[in-house]
Each structure stands twice: as C-alpha cells, then as structure tokens.
C-alpha cells in the first residue's frame, strides 16, 4: 500500500469509525488526463461509517472532504465517494 494511500485510510479512519474502508488507487486508469500530469491521484472510497445515518448524500460527501480539504489540493485529483450508514446496507 502507497504511503499516499496509507495516509487518505488513517484520516478516514479517524475521522469516521468506519465499519468498513475501502480505497482504491485508480490513477493509471487516467493516464495522460490533465490531473494526472500534476501527480496527485484518482481514488475510489466506500466507506460505511455510523456517521453518515440521517444525511443525504451531499453531506456524506462535504463529511469525507471536509475530512481530506487539505489533501485536495495537491495530493487527490478526484476521489469517487460511496457513503452509506450501517443500517442502509443489506443483510
């Protein structure tokens, strides 16, 4: 694992608690896109957090980059969100 990728888990986990985090690097899938030429990266996140109950979506997601705002600017280009609450997944 990308110490990059280490450091996104550790805020995350942090942060929300979550029952589940799963990051993906998905940078070489944009290769030669216009982020990708400044080195930060595409990812993809599903994070199952009790936080997220009773929010919509576009809370879930200010939550998650309110969380990574500095790393926003220089070492995440785009990040893909799944937000869900526990309660919202099935059995």
């Known amino acids: ?35 990708a030429a400044s080195g930060a990266g595409h990812y993809k996140l599903r994070l199952v957090s009790e936080r997220f109950a009773g929010l919509n979506r576009i809370a879930r997601h200010r939550l998650v980059y309110d969380c990574l705002r500095d790393m926003m600017a220089t070492e995440i280009h785009a990040i893909n969100i799944i937000a869900v609450a526990p309660s919202e997944l099935s059995a």
Do not use: W
């Open 1 to 35: 694992m990308s110490e990059r990728i280490e450091k996104i888990r550790d805020r995350l986990i942090a942060t929300f608690a979550p029952l589940e985090c799963q990051l993906d690097d998905e940078s070489h899938l944009h290769a030669g896109h216009a982020g």
